[in-house]
């Protein structure tokens, strides 16, 4: 049974750090992304890492997210600078096999005080 476990998250202070990391039980992983929802909010994408390519992120986290993968541990970072508190949400980790499925994280809260 696939499994993607998440951790991580927690309160930080606006401009703070965070590493959030999420654990495959998959092999032969081809893409690899982050999304994020804000309460009430729909799902967005924040981070993507597709196949041996260079990573990419929307206009307004570019410069403080960081996208990397381990695929010796089948594990997937986001490393989260000079946090927002616009920032608070659920961030879930998403993997692509390189058959064509898709799995998601159970999801980890990251929160910005002001």
């Known amino acids: 049974q696939v499994q993607l476990v998440e951790s991580g998250g927690g309160l930080v202070q606006t401009g703070g750090s965070l590493s959030l990391s999420c654990k495959a039980s998959?092999?032969?992983?081809?893409?690899v992304g982050w999304y994020r929802q804000a309460p009430g909010e729909q799902r967005e994408w924040v981070a993507a890492?597709?196949?041996?390519?260079?990573?990419n992120y929307p206009g307004s986290v570019k410069g403080r997210f960081t996208i990397t993968r381990d695929n010796v541990r089948n594990t997937v970072y986001l490393q989260i600078n000079s946090l927002k508190p616009e920032d608070t949400a659920a961030y879930y980790c998403?993997?692509?096999?390189?058959?064509?499925?898709?799995?998601w994280g159970q999801g980890i809260q990251v929160i910005v005080s002001s």
């Open positions: 998403n993997l692509v096999t390189a058959s064509g499925g898709s799995y």
């Open positions: 998959l092999l032969r992983i081809k893409d």
């Open positions: 890492l597709n196949g041996g390519g260079s990573p």
